[in-house]
């Protein structure tokens, strides 16, 4: 998928509401240049070949996205300054784009790394603060690309401190989703190039991340694309008892739970599994059609 693809998949996803259109979704393949990441931290760290070739395989594996990340957004996660950042992911963003013309999602939240990003090749922006950095608004009405809202409560160097929400976190979340997409519209970025993302696991215990998932087509009042990224994450290895490495499973039950809630992109540290897992429920789902 290249960018003009994705702006076309954005927009049509946008002009409909019928849930049917959003049961293949999209899969954005994680790609981590961090020391520190939770996940993968260190395994791409100055390592650019290694990272190309890893994002080679996931668009082998089925990725239509690679998320390229040069700051661990993890909980307790310290801030990197733009310099640092730059120089992480703009080598790897300019080397993929030489080879290939997938869609590559830059993800930071700083102006100044998003405007260098698209310069180098970057089709996307996801930001987990929602555009809330300074200048990234204009910033990312100027750009004219697609971005990811996602919802945080507090920042990653705090944010599981005490997550807490004075009602049903559906709820606060939508209106969170409601005041940034107003913002965004006011500042001059395009309804079609917006996309929602509850953001799980940050700012949020394993029982509002439960309930959100369990919820999920509640934020698609918004007719806005949805994504979600729960892939690895505390929450399944507090369901499981499981290690980081060995959660798999329980990533595979909330991206097909959150596929048959008609959310549009996947977010995953684990390309070719949710691939399959994906295919296999879509193939499921068209049996009966002629």
Same mark, same amino acid.
């Given at each position: 998928?290249?960018?003009?693809q994705?702006?076309?998949?954005?927009?049509f996803?946008?002009?409909?509401?019928?849930?049917e259109v959003?049961?293949?979704?999209l899969?954005m393949?994680?790609l981590?240049?961090?020391?520190?990441?939770?996940?993968?931290?260190?395994?791409?760290?100055?390592?650019?070949?290694k990272?190309?070739t890893?994002?080679?395989?996931?668009?082998?594996?089925?990725?239509?996205i690679?998320?390229?990340?040069g700051e661990?957004?993890?909980?307790?996660?310290?801030?990197?300054g733009?310099?640092?950042?730059?120089?992480r992911v703009?080598?790897?963003?300019?080397?993929l784009?030489?080879?290939s013309?997938?869609?590559?999602?830059?993800?930071?939240?700083?102006?100044?790394?998003?405007?260098?990003a698209?310069?180098?090749g970057?089709?996307?922006i996801?930001?987990?603060?929602? @555009?809330? +950095?300074?200048?990234?608004?204009e *910033?990312a009405?100027?750009l004219?690309?697609?971005?990811? %809202?996602?919802? &945080?409560?507090?920042?990653?160097?705090?944010?599981?401190?005490?997550?807490?929400y004075?009602?049903?976190?559906?709820?606060?979340?939508n209106v969170?989703?409601?005041q940034?997409?107003?913002?965004?519209?006011?500042?001059?970025?395009?309804?079609?190039?917006?996309?929602?993302?509850?953001?799980?696991?940050?700012?949020k215990?394993p029982?509002?991340?439960?309930?959100?998932v369990?919820?999920?087509a509640a934020?698609?009042q918004?007719?806005?694309?949805?994504?979600?990224?729960?892939?690895?994450?505390?929450?399944?290895?507090?369901?499981?008892?499981?290690p980081?490495?060995?959660?798999?499973?329980?990533?595979?039950a909330?991206a097909?739970?959150?596929? @048959?809630q +008609?959310v549009?992109?996947?977010? *995953?540290?684990?390309?070719?599994?949710?691939?399959?897992a %994906?295919?296999? &429920?879509?193939a499921i789902?068209q049996?009966?059609?002629?």
């Amino acid at each position: 998928m290249n960018r003009e693809q994705l702006e076309q998949w954005c927009e049509f996803h946008q002009s409909t509401n019928n849930r049917e259109v959003l049961r293949k979704p999209l899969i954005m393949g994680v790609l981590n240049i961090t020391p520190d990441s939770f996940s993968d931290g260190g395994q791409y760290y100055n390592a650019p070949q290694k990272a190309v070739t890893r994002a080679q395989q996931m668009i082998a594996e089925g990725a239509d996205i690679i998320d390229i990340g040069g700051e661990s957004s993890r909980p307790g996660a310290s801030p990197v300054g733009s310099a640092e950042e730059l120089a992480r992911v703009i080598p790897l963003i300019k080397a993929l784009r030489a080879e290939s013309d997938v869609c590559i999602s830059i993800d930071t939240t700083k102006a100044d790394v998003m405007a260098h990003a698209v310069a180098a090749g970057a089709s996307m922006i996801n930001d987990i603060s929602a @555009l809330a +950095g300074n200048e990234s608004l204009e *910033t990312a009405a100027t750009l004219g690309v697609p971005v990811c %809202l996602m919802h &945080m409560q507090g920042r990653p160097d705090s944010m599981q401190n005490n997550p807490h929400y004075s009602g049903n976190v559906v709820d606060e979340v939508n209106v969170f989703f409601q005041q940034r997409v107003e913002c965004c519209l006011a500042a001059g970025i395009k309804t079609k190039h917006l996309i929602l993302d509850p953001g799980f696991g940050f700012g949020k215990t394993p029982e509002h991340n439960l309930f959100m998932v369990k919820r999920l087509a509640a934020f698609k009042q918004h007719n806005l694309p949805l994504m979600l990224g729960a892939s690895r994450k505390s929450t399944l290895g507090y369901l499981t008892g499981k290690p980081v490495n060995q959660r798999l499973a329980s990533g595979l039950a909330i991206a097909l739970f959150a596929m @048959l809630q +008609g959310v549009g992109i996947i977010r *995953t540290h684990d390309v070719a599994e949710t691939y399959q897992a %994906l295919l296999t &429920m879509h193939a499921i789902n068209q049996a009966d059609k002629e």
